[in-house]
């Protein structure tokens, strides 16, 4: 199976994996830039945008896509699959950057950066009633702790696309399951952390533990920013990017 890829730009290989429910198109803003100095891939994860469903372990599927060396940039749950890759396939991953990401997007007994349980339990049961509005309603979360209000959400509405009820089901299941504390502490190559200061889907303290306890970690807090800095911040997170991954 292949993944849906958008390539364009030359030079070092990069991928840029979005968030649940989301699609490749939401990276446009920081990826053109991007792409005038980089070998930029956008990708839509299965069920996602226009790649079809896929039974087995995204991760895996990732990285046989793209068995050369690459750095990752990731958004949201994109973020987890990035630190899982790097983890899992060390030796093709030469950096990481981590947007509004998190080790675990849930709550548990010892790690309070995430969602509650019964908020998230309230998302996983409305995707079975309605995909669309829970959608809709995931949308609205995203923009809260931030300046932007209704012009953020506006941009995220007007980009919002059809996914797969089942991989929508799927990536539910995966934000639910990841607890990638141990995983991250082992990673070795350098990460960039951008997050927004009023996050509430992924709370700026789950980026201060990874700046915290990834050994070569670098935080880049925005003030009044939200959960979608590359739509609310993109010419911020743009040169943050661009010069991370110029660097040696």
Known sequence: MKLHVESEGKGREVVLLH???????????VSDPLSKRFRVHLVD?????????????????????????VSICGWSLGGQLAMEWAWK??????????????????????WIHGISREVFMAFHDGVGKNAKE???????????????????L????????????????????????????TKAKSLSQPVL???GEGDRLAPVGAGKWLAENLNNAKLEII??????????????????????????
């Open 45 to 69: 994860l299965p069920g996602h945008g226009l790649s079809r469903s896929w039974k087995g372990d995204w991760v895996d599927i990732l990285a046989e896509c793209f068995p050369c060396e």
């Open 154 to 181: 506006r941009k995220l509405q007007l980009e919002l696309k059809e996914t797969e009820m089942e991989e929508l089901e799927n990536g539910l299941d995966l934000l639910q399951e990841l607890d990638l504390r």
């Open 223 to 248: 003030p009044d920013c939200a959960h979608a800095p590359i739509l609310s911040h993109p010419d911020f997170c743009f040169s943050k990017l661009a010069e991370f991954l110029d660097g040696h």
């Open 134 to 152: 829970t959608l809709r309603r995931f949308l609205f979360l995203q923009i809260q702790g931030g300046k932007e209000g209704r012009a953020l």
């Open 89 to 110: 396939y060390p030796e093709r991953v030469s950096k990481l950057a981590l947007v509004s990401s998190t080790p675990s997007f849930v709550m548990r007994n010892d």
């Open 19 to 29: 968030g649940w429910g989301m699609h490749c198109g939401y990276w446009k803003a």
């Open 193 to 195: 952390i951008i997050h």
